[in-house]
C-alpha cells in the first residue's frame, strides 16, 4: 500500500462564475460572481482523519475538490502526496490514483446496475478490497443487481461509504457522505471507518455538519469560514480553546474575569458560562474552593461559537 498522502494549501483563491460585462464607455470589466476560497492556506497531516467544519457555503466542498483535482485554484497552490513528494494534482495521474473523494451522490455510473459501477472501482483501485467491499454492502443491506435510480439516498449514501472504504486510497476524502443515510447506518460507517482505518492507516478527510457526532473519529480539525482557514489544529488544541464555569453568578464571573465569553446561559441562581482560554492552576483552585464547576467544551459548542458573525479567533 502506497504510504499515506499529505497535502498543503498557499493562498488558494477559488473564483467561480466568471462573466464580462462592457461598460458604456466600451470598457471591459470582468465580474466574479462567487468567491468560494479567499486565500485559504492550511496542511494535511499524512496518516491521521482530519474533520473539516464550516458553515454553509463556507467552502469546504471546493477545498476537498481542489485536493482531489475536481478543481482548480484561480491562484495559490496545492500539493498532495507522500511526505517529502507533494505534487499539484491537477491532471497528474499518480496522485489522482491515490485520492478517493466521495461525495454524496457517490459518483455511480447512473444507467448501469451498482455492481458494474463497483466493478470499475475494483479495477481501478490497486489496493481494493473486495472483501471490504462485499461485506459493508451486505451490513448497509445494498441490492447491488439495481441501478442506483432505483435505490434510496441512504442506500446511495452508503455505496458512497463502502467505496470510500474498501478503495483504501492513501487519501480518501468523505465529502457529507452521511446525507440521506440514518442513524444506525451513519454509526455503522463511523464503527466501520474507525476499524478499517486502525487496520490500515491512512489519510482520512471527512466533512460533516454533524459535528457531535463525528468529533470522536478525527485527530485534527479544519474550520473554513467565508473562503478562509479559521483554524487548523489537533482537536485537543481546539477544544482546549474554551471551558465552561458553571455555579453562582458572583463566583463565575470573579474567576471568569475579562476573558472573552462565548456563551453564557442562567438557569435560576446558577451561570453557566462558555470562555475563550484555559484556567490557570491558581484560579482552578479558587473555582473548586468557591464550588465553580470547571468543564470542557464540546467541539461542536466551539464551532458554533467560533463561527457566529462577529466572532474573532484570538
Ligand atoms: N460551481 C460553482 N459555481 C458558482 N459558485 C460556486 C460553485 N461551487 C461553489 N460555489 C460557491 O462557492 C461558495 C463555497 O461553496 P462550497 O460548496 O465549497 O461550500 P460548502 O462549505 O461545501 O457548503 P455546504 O456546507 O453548504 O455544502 C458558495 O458561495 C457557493 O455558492
Redesign the pocket.
Known amino acids: 500500500m502506497t504510504a499515506p498522502f499529505g497535502a498543503r494549501l498557499d493562498d488558494v483563491v477559488v473564483h467561480?462564475?466568471k462573466s464580462h460585462r462592457v461598460l458604456q464607455n466600451g470598457t471591459m470589466i470582468r465580474d466574479d460572481?462567487?468567491?468560494?476560497l479567499d486565500g485559504a492556506s492550511l496542511t494535511i497531516r499524512p496518516g491521521v482523519i482530519t474533520g473539516v467544519l464550516?458553515?454553509?457555503?463556507?467552502?469546504?466542498?471546493?477545498?476537498l475538490s481542489l485536493l482531489a483535482a475536481f478543481t482548480r485554484p484561480t491562484s495559490g497552490t496545492v500539493v498532495v502526496g507522500p511526505e517529502g513528494e507533494q505534487e499539484d494534482p491537477w491532471e497528474n495521474p499518480w496522485i489522482t490514483s491515490g485520492t478517493q473523494l466521495v461525495r454524496e451522490s457517490g459518483d455511480l455510473m447512473t444507467d448501469e446496475k451498482v455492481s458494474t459501477s463497483l466493478k470499475y472501482y475494483a479495477d481501478m483501485r490497486p489496493d481494493w478490497s473486495a472483501e471490504t467491499a462485499e461485506r459493508l454492502l451486505d451490513l448497509f443491506e445494498v441490492d447491488v443487481r439495481k441501478n442506483p435510480s432505483a435505490l434510496s439516498r441512504g442506500k446511495r449514501s452508503a455505496i458512497g461509504a463502502t467505496i470510500g472504504l474498501a478503495t483504501r486510497a492513501p487519501l480518501t476524502i468523505f465529502d457529507?457522505v452521511y446525507l440521506g443515510m440514518d442513524a444506525p447506518t451513519r454509526y455503522a460507517f463511523y464503527d466501520e471507518l474507525l476499524a478499517d482505518y486502525a487496520e490500515h492507516p491512512r489519510t482520512i478527510l471527512l466533512?460533516s455538519?454533524l459535528v457531535e457526532e463525528v468529533e470522536r473519529l478525527f485527530e485534527d480539525v479544519v474550520v473554513?469560514d467565508r473562503?478562509r482557514v479559521l483554524l487548523a489544529e489537533s482537536a485537543d488544541e481546539m477544544r482546549a480553546r474554551g471551558f465552561s464555569l458553571t455555579g453562582s453568578k458572583d463566583a463565575v464571573e470573579r474567576i471568569a474575569g475579562d476573558r472573552r465569553v462565548l456563551h453564557r446561559q442562567q438557569l435560576g441562581a446558577t451561570v453557566q458560562v462558555t470562555l475563550e482560554g484555559a484556567l490557570g492552576d491558581d484560579e482552578l483552585a479558587v473555582a473548586r474552593g468557591a464550588g465553580v464547576e470547571v468543564g470542557s467544551v464540546p467541539v461542536q459548542d466551539l464551532f458554533v461559537r467560533l463561527t457566529s458573525p462577529g466572532s474573532v479567533l484570538p
Not at 460572481?33 to 468560494?36: G, M, R, Y
Not at 464550516?54 to 477545498?63: E, H, S, V
Open positions: 467561480f462564475g460572481a462567487s468567491t468560494a464550516g458553515r454553509n457555503g463556507a467552502g469546504k466542498t471546493t477545498m457529507e466533512s455538519h473554513i473562503g
